[in-house]
DNA sequence: TCAAAAGTGTTTCCCCTACACCCATGG
DNA sequence: CCATGGGTGTAGGGGAAACACTTTTGA
């Protein structure tokens, strides 16, 4: 798929005429499939439940769940969220629609999928989970889960990667303050590579998007950091420049 | 929206409990609603259709229509192309799922949203155009659109002007052999500016995807130009330098 | 005083930008 | 021979990359 690849086609048959009312039938059930990270022990993780039901009953797959008559698809996306996993404030995205006949072997299933991001520290305090069995697993040791849903965490993955770069999406796994190496963590851990610290530093200071609260933490017997907060309210891009054409 | 923009929470109130089976109802017309691309007469342009049908009889609309049981959605975008606009080859690549329970006033409808682009030369060719009327429009000159297909047409100029960066795909406008100067007018149309023609020139070449086929075209009194090919068969990404990491 | 993480500058190099003139052809 | 677009090179500047030591604290 790689970021949203070309569609090729395949063999396209000739088929029945159109429908002469656009509405009246061929409906379809659509899902929402959410791709819930979060940064915990200085690893990208990924939230998924585990099946109840037949088929793949047992196995583990993305929260998610069906868009009813009377909600938005993103609302579906949010009260996803919010049944199965019991967040109500979490950083959400579309990320691409799964739109294949044999996705679901029940029968044709439409999933929008999405992605979100939360701060650990504060996904652990409202968290009850009443329901689902929840778990996080680090995105490089997935299990195997159900349906399409490794693909649908791969996308999300490279999506994620490719937004650091230019977005402020990564402080969406950090709380309001936090320290330059938790920053730096968070990009290391998300890119899986590692970053140096001094460019790191420079570079996020100069975007003039963070702003030093005066506080400082003391972690260990170590010196004390200084704690940042982020200064804009929306996720932001970052000055970009194009290769063909300079910002 | 703004490239895949974050989802914020309207009021979420509570809803009923979640069905027992999952697919059984809340299903949901789906439609597929395709912006083409072109470049014609130096200029970009879009692709509308004519309704024939209230409501917006009369008005413009983009290409599209309802998926059927029996094509995955995919497959939806490439048949009403096919069907609407007499066009088999294109690039195509999925844009976003718009949601929203009042999109259409016969109901809801959820879209996916394609983008596709077509070199004016092999579109003229091979379309019959048998029964809509359709007629291209310059981007920046539309019509009055029905439902919310400006925005679908907003959205996917953002992301070609984004992908043009990074990305091979204003290849897709050109025919097989084409000048230089041909692509950087294809760039300069899409990016709505001017581009420097030698570094222009020395960045493509620098790239190694150009091959240069040693044929010439006259044009008209002056100087013959080369013509070059495209050396990939699909659409590829440029060597990119991430913000934060080197690439 | 030691361990452990926080914090800080400089040099080098490459790439991007800006910019103007000759070339080949048809009329 | 002239008008028209095709084709080419370079110098300067800015930003990215590489790189190591001092500071502050708690134990």
Redesign the pocket.
Known sequence: MDNGAAITRRGLTTRPPPSASPVSFDRHAVAVDVVLFTIQDDALKVLMVKRTAAPFRGRWVLPGGVVRSDESVDEAALRELQDKVGIATVYLEQLYTFGDLDRDPRGRVISVSYYAMVDWGHFQLKAPRKLVSARWFPVNRLPNLAFDHRNIVTYALERLRNKVNYTSVAFQLLPQRF????L?RAYEVILGQRV????F???M??LGILRNTGE?R??????????YSFTETRVIKF?E???????
């Open positions: 320290t330059l190496t938790e730096q140096d610290k001094r460019n530093r420079r570079k200071l100069q400082q003391a972690e260990g017997r170590q010196r004390p950091a200084r704690l000055q420049k194009g290769i063909i054409v300079p910002f």
